[in-house]
């Protein structure tokens, strides 16, 4: 079956970086555009960023814009977000999700979450 | 950059019919697409596109979307539907994708 499974969050300084993984399987990863959505404590959902299928185009929303990178490894159906210059409201819980490129298809596949907590 | 704006909340009786609104100007050009999302839970793909539910999604979600509004209906409401609902769609004027305030729905 489809899993998506995201990895690498935990309490972090502000200022510092942190890697989250994201592992997909039971679909073809290559195939989909990716992205990160994240949620902080109580509130609703942020879009992140988007990379395309073959990680050729990536885009980011403004409050990231400049300090996270997103990326992928078809080769090991990974999805990676490098996350720099952490700011206290990047506490969150990040989600990966698979689908939409600009095509109105939604998010089909999303994985349980991982929490980043950024405080000193 | 776009905003989409939702009622915060809404309440149904059990087996009656809701519709949640999602507002916003990029709504004239793109579909938006429907999540729900239960506590501690990740969202759920329920509605995509024109009017598109994926598989293992009860027909009784639908979709519809006019001028700057998208509509999710629920038709019968089951206590199961009881959720945080988000709508989402791409912006207009640059490759990014919003998310709607989202509405919790309450049913009674």
């Known amino acids: 079956q489809v899993q998506l499974v995201e990895s690498g969050g935990g309490v972090v300084q502000p200022e510092r970086s942190l890697r989250l993984s994201c592992a997909a399987s039971g679909f073809s990863f290559s195939s989909y555009g990716m992205h990160w959505v994240r949620q902080a404590p109580g509130k609703g959902l942020e879009w992140v960023a988007v990379i395309s299928y073959d990680g050729s185009n990536r885009y980011f929303g403004d409050s990231v814009k400049g300090r996270f990178t997103i990326s992928r490894d078809n080769s090991k159906n990974t999805l990676y977000l490098q996350m720099n210059s952490l700011r206290p409201e990047d506490t969150a819980v990040y989600y990966c999700?698979?689908?939409?490129?600009?095509?109105?298809?939604?998010?089909?596949?999303w994985g349980q979450g991982t929490l980043v907590t950024v405080s000193s | 950059s776009s905003e989409l704006t939702q009622d915060p909340a809404v309440s149904v009786a059990l087996g009656q019919t809701v519709r949640i609104t999602c507002q916003g100007d990029?709504?004239?050009?793109?579909?938006a697409s429907w999540y729900q999302q239960k506590p501690g839970q990740a969202p759920v793909l329920v509605i995509y596109g024109k009017n598109n539910r994926p598989s293992g999604i009860p027909d009784r979600f639908s979709g519809s979307s006019s001028g700057n509004t998208a509509s999710l209906t629920i038709t019968g409401a089951q206590a199961e539907d009881e959720a945080d609902y988000y709508c989402?769609?791409?912006?207009?004027?640059?490759?990014?994708?919003?998310f709607g305030t989202g509405t919790k729905v309450t049913v009674l």
């Open positions: 989402n769609s791409r912006d207009t004027n640059s490759n990014r994708y919003v």
């Open positions: 999700a698979a689908g939409e490129w600009f095509d109105s298809s939604g998010y089909s596949y």
């Open positions: 990029i709504l004239r050009k793109y579909y």
